[in-house]
């Protein structure tokens, strides 16, 4: 399968500690975006790449939040000393970046980090 | 960024044909029109992307009215399977804009 993966899958940490997600993108897409999803509400946008430069940042991304994508591949969210209002599912997706407006420039998610914070 | 209206709710029987409209009345003259498709604890999934007229697929249709200010999905013939939330989005699509989720369209199909 060549489309977005991210990993883990399910995390399940307590309050305080630090993870890490990763998300490796389809092939040669050079846009990557973090989203984050709670239940019964739509994904909410957090961050996204262009090759390995982050050229934008949501309000929601507070200061315990960092992505990096330091080769212009995979990406990085970290979250440091977690809340358990960070609980969510975690979406990484992918695009091919900037072309012809008649292409369109689909965006593909991956399946999500789920994250619980107990 | 164009904001997009869509019913909450809507429930269907299988081998029925299901239109979710949704209204973006400001939709800029660069933006196109994407559906996605999401089940439980999955990421959306990419279901049909128009500018103008109507485009289709395998999956489904997309009408788009000359003046843009809405949309319509059709899915033909739906499955329980189809049971998802649906969002409709709009966008430039260079991607400098990233996209911007509603709370979508909660479809339950019924057997």
Known sequence: DTGVSQDPRHKITKRGQNVTFRCDPIS?????????????????????????????????????FSAERPKGSFSTL???RTEQGDSAMYLCASSLGQGPPQRGNTIYFGEGSWLTVV | ?????????????????????????????????????????QGPRFIIQGYKTKVTNEV???????????????????????????Y?????????????????????VIA
């Not at chain 2, 800029?28 to 089940?39: G, L, M, R, S, V």
């Not at chain 2, 709009?90 to 339950?108: A, E, H, I, M, Q």
């Open chain 2, 1 to 41: 960024l164009a904001k997009t209206t869509q019913p909450i709710s809507m429930d269907s029987y299988e081998g029925q044909e299901v239109n979710i409209t949704c209204s973006h009345n400001n939709i800029a003259t660069n933006d196109y029109i994407t559906w996605y498709q999401q089940f439980p604890s």
């Open chain 2, 88 to 108: 409709c989005l709009v966008g430039d699509n260079s991607g400098n804009t990233p996209l911007v989720f509603g709370k979508g369209t909660r479809l339950s």
């Open chain 1, 78 to 80: 970290e979250i440091q």
């Open chain 1, 28 to 64: 040669e897409h050079n846009r990557l975006y973090w989203y984050r999803q709670t239940l019964g509400q739509g994904p909410e946008f957090l961050t996204y790449f262009q090759n390995e430069a982050q050229l934008e940042k949501s309000r929601l991304l507070s200061d315990r």
């Open chain 2, 60 to 86: 489904a249709s997309l009408f788009i009215p000359a003046d843009r200010k809405s949309s319509t999905l059709s899915l033909p013939r739906v499955s329980l399977s189809d049971t998802a939330v649906y």
